[in-house]
């Protein structure tokens, strides 16, 4: 729910529109819908309190009007709304006349307040604007940042590889090397294609990853790597985990699952009930080998994500294949 609010303050009609309509006809046309909903509410309250509060349902709908259309789509929907109540709800109906003379002061009261509250909405919607395009800059540049760590810990492993005279001690560099691209990758894909509204579709993030993972791991081994994923919501933090333990274990099971020779299947599934978001990882290799043993690093890694994702792991592993099984409170 509270995910559902956020995406609230990002909406601007005319400019997610104006690919199909011009911002004034987005507008105008967003307006008379308002104005219509209005109408509609007022003329359900006249069936029961007729010609109670005449202009106090023109406020939500100008309110809407204006936080997601801008000003001159709230100024249409207060003057038509206005009009409305005048003619229609004010006696004498049906006329523009005043049966009582100082209802016309009230009237004017009325639509001015009405203009008066499209200014404030405005003024809300242009500061809550203006703070999220500095939030979106400094998460660019927190991302950026971030890259350039990664970045930095990788030179500084090839460096030590090239200078390293052990093959054993190379290969452990290379490991280490490759997690750290690993998990680069991921969170550059994360802050690529999310908003930047502190929640993240798991369908496409996964989707997406999958995709990425069969591209620059799973080609070269002749792998195909497929994701199932329900539409959820997940905070952000907890989405970069599950997009590391995909991103090692999927690494794991390219590397060790299918031989020398390489060639086979990785499903990634992601699906949510009333009280956890579960996710599997599963290959249809050879099994696990004494590098998955429960005490190496990569296993050890594995549980400290899933434990700081606030989850579980199962890991079930046989001639069939490998299935690691998370399960991640809600």
């Known amino acids: 729910m509270k995910f559902a609010l956020r995406r609230l303050t990002h909406i601007d009609l005319p400019q997610k529109a104006e ?16 104005s219509a909903v209005s109408i509609g509410l007022r003329f359900i309250a006249d069936l029961f309190m ?16 204006t936080l997601f259309g801008r000003w001159l789509c709230g100024a249409i929907t207060e003057t038509i709304s206005s009009l409305y109540a005048w003619y229609f709800v004010l006696p004498v109906t049906g006329s523009f006349y005043f049966a009582v003379p100082a209802d016309g002061p009230r009237v004017v009261v009325n639509m001015l307040s009405g203009y008066f509250v499209v200014a404030l909405a405005e003024a809300f919607r242009r500061a ?30 090839r460096l030590q590889i090239s200078a390293t005279p052990s093959d ?17 990758q991921a969170y550059e894909f994360l802050y ?63 590397k060790h699952a299918f031989g020398a020779s390489g060639g086979g299947q990785i499903q990634v599934r992601f699906r949510r009930d009333d009280e956890a978001f579960r996710v599997e990882v599963s290959d249809d290799g050879i099994g696990m080998s004494g590098k998955g043993r429960p005490g190496s690093l990569g296993m050890r890694l594995i549980r400290g994500l899933t434990a700081q994702a606030n989850g579980t792991v199962e890991v079930d592993s046989g001639k069939g294949g490998t299935r690691h099984n998370f399960v991640f409170q809600r």
């Open 19 to 34: 690919r199909y309509l011009p911002v004034m006809a987005t507008q105008v046309l967003f307006a008379v819908i308002c």
């Open 168 to 184: 054993d001690a190379k290969e452990e560099l290379k490991a280490a090397l490759g997690r750290v691209e690993s998990f680069a």
């Open 128 to 157: 809550v604007r203006h703070a999220l395009a500095d939030r979106d800059a400094l998460l660019l540049e927190l991302q950026h940042r971030v890259k350039n760590n990664f970045a930095s810990i990788a030179s500084v492993l």
């Open 50 to 65: 007729p010609g109670a509060g005449p202009f106090a349902l023109t406020i939500p709908a100008v309110l809407v009007a």
């Open 192 to 254: 690529h294609d999310a908003d930047y509204t502190g929640a993240v579709e798991m369908r496409g993030y996964l989707e997406g990853l999958c995709r990425a993972l069969a591209t620059s791991l799973g080609s070269a081994r002749n792998v195909d790597i497929h994701c199932d994923a329900e539409a959820a919501d997940i905070p952000r933090d907890r989405a970069i985990l599950i997009g590391l333990l995909v991103n090692e274990v999927a690494n794991n099971s390219v």
